[in-house]
């Protein structure tokens, strides 16, 4: 995927969430996106606490996707994933991931909030413990302040 294709993936992550705000849910967006790095298979946003973007979408491309088409996948999403979100895809075999906005910077935002007591335990770590060499690209800075300032005006109302 050149950067080109990654800030847009993430912008449209970024849409998905807003979608999801405008509805009350959580601004959390993810998007599945096929191995030409161009294709977007599937979209997805936060539901409630504990169904995640990521999860959600993880789980639904398991049931439509070989784990062979998966494994050349790319999962955008707009925050790090959550230790259950990275163990869903880590199961999934979605064989990359690339998010806009660390969780480490979520968590400076939210603090101990209680509709997302955030968790500060990169995914890199729960992807290290694993048997796959899941690549990883993020946070990505050119799309990390138009997820900041989404997050930022949600969790502010809350």
Request: with cysteine; charged share 20%; hydrophobic share 45%.
């Amino acid at each position: 995927m050149t950067p080109e294709q990654v800030l847009q993936h993430l912008r449209h992550a970024n849409a998905v969430a807003r979608g999801v705000m405008a509805q009350g849910h959580h601004p959390f967006g993810a998007i599945l996106v096929d191995a030409d790095g161009q294709t977007v298979l599937l979209e997805q946003g936060n539901v409630d606490t504990v169904e995640h973007a990521e999860s959600l979408l993880a789980r639904r491309a398991a049931r439509e996707f070989a784990p062979e088409r998966l494994w050349a996948c790319t999962l955008v999403t707009t925050v790090e994933p959550c230790a259950m979100c990275a163990g869903t895809q880590y199961w999934a075999h979605i064989g990359r991931l690339v998010y806009g906005m660390s969780e480490r910077r979520l968590l400076e935002m939210t603090g101990n909030h209680a509709e997302n007591p955030t968790l500060d335990l990169p995914c890199r770590e729960v992807f290290a413990r694993g048997q796959k060499a899941i690549e990883v690209e993020g946070p990505v800075t050119a799309a990390e302040a138009e997820i900041a300032a989404l997050h930022r005006d949600f969790w502010a109302a809350r």
